[in-house]
């Protein structure tokens, strides 16, 4: 049995594909998404925002002991409750859950439940019903990487930290990427006691060195023990349930939950793409070209799935850019394409790092003209009473020869809002004199990205 041919069928509800489908029914296309889980993808579910939910909780604990410094008293001190946070969590998740239904439904949008696979290059199959359609769009997300040493069922990847059934006393963090890094923060300030293990030299390699050193001290400062060079060979569970994690040194560390955030894959097996002829790499994940289209050319990707970026901004970009490509712009606006230069991130470990641009070691290797650093490291206001000795990093990389500012980096509170800002100005080619020109709020940190005078 099949049904009318739609214009789009989108697989994967998750950030990318929900807009992509939404954009395209605007444009008057019919559009299908078939999803097998809960939608909103990993963003909603499992990452972005249950994990900024749990930094937000996580931050209180210094915020109680902080305000002591501003003459607040406490009779007792104050207990946290994991199963409560995980009740409201769920809560918000289901709400958003809804709200992506209602978004699909209200706009025409015919919603499959079920695993989708592709039995053509113009056919998806969901649940015994075989659908056509002229174009199909692979927006499946990615997975984390499961371990591969003896006993490692035992161990949970980062979509399990949200709901475990007890909170861990003990929890040991495997992997240095930002994923481990912020779930090491936040179990940290939540209250448990974490030990980071991290293969090599560093955190955060792919992020400026300095900004990532100055992090993972920052991290240490607020409780999270890091120990590097160091490997997982094994792990055991006593009768207690107690894990006992055997490293590659010899060495024994019990633990409560370990987590084992070493990276993610793309979500292709199972999908029909090897038998309609769509090629993948190395890594398992969809080449496509610049209009998102694969070597099938009735068969588009966007978002992790083809392991570009894996941010939800890029994924949305990259949606709204195929629906152009597809179906035609909105009117009176140009196709959109998307410049994966100077995109802003964040990293929500405890102080948060926000960035945009390149690093010190990018800039060294491309601006022929030589750069300028500017850099300054300062205790916030808000600490001259808190009592706490967190410290906040502000850096600025720019191209001598041009004097344009290609990259800006800061570890502090609220870093991701304070950057986001400044990377308007990034993309608008904004100059070190830009800066220098530009009046600072009075008292911020931000201010101080326009206070630089001495480079370094």
Not at 220 to 232: E, I, K, L, N
Not at 373 to 386: K, Y
Not at 426 to 436: E, N, P, Q, W
Not at 446 to 451: D, G, H, Q, S
């Amino acid at each position: 049995m099949s049904t009318p041919p739609f214009d789009l069928f989108v697989i994967g509800a998750g950030s990318g594909g929900v807009r992509a489908a939404r954009m395209a029914a605007q444009r008057g296309a019919r559009v299908a998404v078939a999803e097998m889980a809960a939608l909103g993808g990993t963003c909603v579910n499992l990452g972005c925002i249950p994990k900024k939910l749990y930094s937000y909780a996580a931050h209180y604990a210094d915020a109680f002991e902080e305000s002591r410094g501003f003459g607040w008293r406490f009779d007792a001190p104050p207990v946290f409750d994991w199963a409560q946070l995980k009740t409201q969590r769920a809560r918000e998740i289901s709400r958003l859950n809804g709200i992506y239904d209602d978004l699909l439904r209200r706009h025409g949008v015919a919603l499959f439940h079920g695993r989708a696979q592709l039995t053509g290059p113009q056919e998806v199959t969901v649940g015994g019903v075989a659908h056509t359609a002229h174009n199909v769009l692979i927006a499946t997300g990615g997975h984390s990487l499961w371990p591969v040493f003896p006993g490692a069922e035992w161990a949970v990847t980062s979509d399990a930290m949200f709901d475990l059934p007890r909170f861990p006393q003990r929890l040991l963090v495997v992997g240095g990427g930002y994923i481990a890094c912020e779930m090491a923060s936040i179990f940290a300030g939540l209250g448990a006691q974490v030990t980071q293990l991290v293969r090599g030299t560093a955190v955060l390699t792919g992020f400026d060195q300095e900004v990532a050193a100055f992090a993972a001290a920052q991290m240490r400062q607020h409780g999270v023990a890091q120990r590097f060079d160091t490997t997982v060979s094994a792990i055991e569970r006593s009768a207690d349930g107690m894990l006992h994690v055997t490293l590659a040194s010899g060495e024994v560390l019990p633990a409560n939950t370990v987590l084992h955030a070493t990276g993610r894959g793309p979500n292709t097996a199972g999908l029909g793409l090897a038998e309609v002829g769509v090629e993948l790499d190395k890594r398992g994940a969809i080449p496509v070209n610049a209009n998102y289209q694969t070597c099938v050319h009735s068969i588009h990707a966007v978002g992790d799935v083809t392991d570009r970026l894996q941010l939800t901004p890029v994924a949305l970009a990259e949606a709204m850019a195929l629906v152009d490509h597809l179906f035609g712009s909105a009117a009176g606006h140009p196709p959109r394409q998307v410049d994966y230069d100077l995109i802003p991130t964040a990293v929500f470990t405890h102080p948060n790092i926000g960035t945009v641009g390149w690093s010190e070691a990018q800039a060294r290797e491309r601006c022929n003209g030589g750069v300028r650093i500017f850099r300054s490291e300062f205790r916030p206001l808000r600490h001259t009473l808190s009592g706490s000795s967190e410290r906040c990093l502000i850096k600025l990389v720019v191209d001598a020869a041009s004097d344009r500012v290609v990259g800006l980096h800061m570890v502090g509170p609220d870093a991701g809002e304070v950057v986001q800002g400044f990377a308007v100005a990034l993309r608008a080619g904004a100059t070190k004199a830009v800066f220098d020109t530009t009046l600072g709020i009075h008292p911020t940190l931000a201010e101080e990205f326009v206070t630089l005078r001495e480079a370094s």
